[in-house]
């Protein structure tokens, strides 16, 4: 498998996951998506909204935007661009917005080319303008999938103290026999 496909790979399974967090949490009521948690961002809601930002920000810097903001923080914010996470209002809105998003990762990551992994991406600190740092693109895309997975491990035990009745099976040799089985 080459350096490019692994990668791909990983990213499918982080968005597979997405799916699988998304559909446990379709079960819950609005008050135990919000309800507080001493873990991770402290709600399965704001785990959402830090996930769908982080993969909106990380693509953005990936596509050539050094200081990307979400939509909803840009002045002047465009009618009708749904992903802000800012004014993300409801959980469906939370699952198109997050469709929308990995349709334009899947289409980033079919355009990935070996010698592209090894382009330095440059990022200014949001809390920092003038502190510009750049990184090789392969250690963002793998950020991208070890933040999401480490992420994940919080929403599923905030899933289980919320008490969901069946907490999503989110291992990449899951993914693999399910496709396996089809």
């Not at 935007?65 to 802000?84: C, K």
């Not at 950020?143 to 599923?156: E, F, I, N, P, S």
């Amino acid at each position: 498998m080459t350096p490019q496909r692994v990668i791909q790979r990983l990213h499918q399974h982080r968005a597979w996951v997405n799916q699988k967090l998304l559909s446990a949490a379709a079960e819950l009521s609005d008050e135990q998506l919000r309800q507080k948690f001493s873990i991770g961002q402290g709600s399965i809601w704001q785990s959402f909204i830090h996930l769908l930002a982080a993969e909106y920000v990380w693509l953005e810097t990936l596509l050539g935007d050094e200081s990307p903001l979400l939509p909803a923080d840009l002045p002047g914010r465009i009618p009708g661009n749904q992903l802000g996470v800012g004014g993300i209002a409801s959980f469906e809105q939370l699952r198109r917005d997050w469709n929308q998003l990995t349709q334009r990762w899947e289409q980033y990551l079919q355009t990935l080319t070996p010698a592209a992994l090894d382009d330095v991406v440059f990022k200014r600190m949001s809390f920092d303008p003038q502190r510009r740092i750049g990184t090789r693109r392969s250690d963002i895309l793998l950020h991208v999938c070890t933040h999401a997975q480490y992420t994940t491990a919080q929403v599923v035990n905030m899933l289980r103290l919320a008490g969901a009745e069946k907490l999503p099976d989110v291992m990449l040799i899951s993914l693999a026999r399910e496709e396996a089985s089809t």
